[in-house]
T-cell receptor
């Protein structure tokens, strides 16, 4: 069974559209993350939720809004997509409560904005 | 500024040889982790070393940490073609920072040829 899953795997859309990426983890972890990996493979954290509460919110445009309906899900909604949003977005999870900081990553969602 | 810088950016070796990658960082850390990313896939956690540890082993992997020099190295012994991937170091903050908030390095692309 997949530990951290993301949908969709690929997303091609036009500038100005609104899109969502979904993430689910079945590991029972209490913390989930969204990362953005650019074309140079640089990986940067965007958001982190612990038990549905936002704990990390990096300098990300307001067009990006995470939503955590429960501990196992963290979705990312992007409004008014721009060309610069094209990247691979990764979801990850960890069990921070036990001091375990290893993160488990999803397969990624490749977003292409045209 | 970016936390982790890795060296070399790319490494090409033959199967059976050892591969060494280095990571340097700038601020105090709680932990340092190494991840592998195969082309087009998500990141896979390899090993975590805490700031009070100096060396750690896992199978063919050996990680060292020198907090005085703010550097770490990852050694892969007896490399295999399947080890071909990008390797990233990531640091979790210390001293009031969020240990689970990882800052990733630029990555080393390892190519293992037959």
């Amino acid at each position: 069974d997949t530990a951290v899953s993301q949908t969709p795997k690929y997303l091609v859309t036009q500038m100005g559209n609104d899109k969502s990426i979904k993430c689910e983890q079945n590991l029972g972890h209490d913390t989930m993350y969204w990362y953005k990996q650019d074309s140079k493979k640089f990986l940067k954290i965007m958001f982190s939720y612990n038990n549905k509460e936002l704990i990390i919110n990096e300098t990300v445009p307001n067009r990006f809004s995470p939503k955590s309906p429960d501990k196992a899900h963290l979705n990312l909604h992007i409004n008014s997509l721009e060309l610069g949003d094209s990247a691979v977005y990764f979801c990850a999870s960890s069990q921070e409560r036990l001091g375990s900081y290893e993160q488990y990553f999803g397969p990624g969602t490749r977003l292409t904005v045209t | 500024s970016q936390q982790g810088e890795e060296d070399p950016q790319a490494l090409s070796i033959q199967e059976g040889e050892n591969a060494t990658m280095n990571c340097s960082y700038k601020t105090s850390i709680n932990n340092l982790q190494w991840y592998r990313q195969n082309s087009g896939r998500g990141l896979v956690h390899l090993i975590l070393i805490r700031s009070n540890e100096r060396e750690k082993h896992s199978g063919r992997l050996r990680v060292t940490l020198d907090t005085s020099k703010k550097s770490s190295s990852l050694l892969i012994t007896a490399s295999r073609a399947a080890d071909t991937a990008s390797y990233f170091c990531a640091t979790g903050r210390g001293r009031g920072g969020t240990a689970s908030k990882l800052t990733f390095g630029t990555g080393t692309r390892l190519q293992v040829t037959l």
